[in-house]
Nanobody, 118 residues
Framework: QVQLVESGGGLVPPGGSLRLSCACV??????????MAWYRQAPGKQRELVAQ???????TYADSVKGRFTIFRDAAKNTAYLQMNSLKPEDTAIYYC??????????WGQGTQVTVSS
């Protein structure tokens, strides 16, 4: 069983920064082998992939966040992070952590609200 616990959301003015954390609580070495990702869902919109990082530390980003967001992971802490800089109002959404491992195993976090507003 895998549990993803997110933290770090909040209210920030345009141009500000936030760091989201996703702690992976699991037995064995699931975090080590999992691809970790962050998705977001704004009101009235579909959930979209923001960034992901593989177990080999290969990263991909949505075009809308390239150059502003950075995904990284700390194996010693079983935690994945999303550093968000130069935030825009259109980044406002609920952000979800996601983990996938082996062929058909995956887990979602509970979501954390990010609001970018003056």
């Amino acid at each position: 069983q895998v549990q993803l616990v997110e933290s770090g959301g909040g209210l920030v003015p345009p141009g500000g920064s936030l760091r989201l954390s996703c702690a992976c609580v699991a037995s064995g070495n699931i975090f080590t082998i999992a691809t970790m990702a962050w998705y977001r869902q704004a009101p009235g919109k579909q959930r979209e992939l923001v960034a992901q990082i593989t177990s080999a530390y290969r990263t991909t980003y949505a075009d809308s966040v390239k150059g502003r967001f950075t995904i990284f992971r700390d194996a010693a802490k079983n935690t994945a992070y999303l550093q968000m800089n130069s935030l825009k109002p259109e980044d406002t959404a609920i952000y979800y952590c996601f983990a996938a491992w082996w062929e058909n195993n995956n887990a979602w976090g509970q979501g954390t609200q990010v609001t970018v507003s003056s």
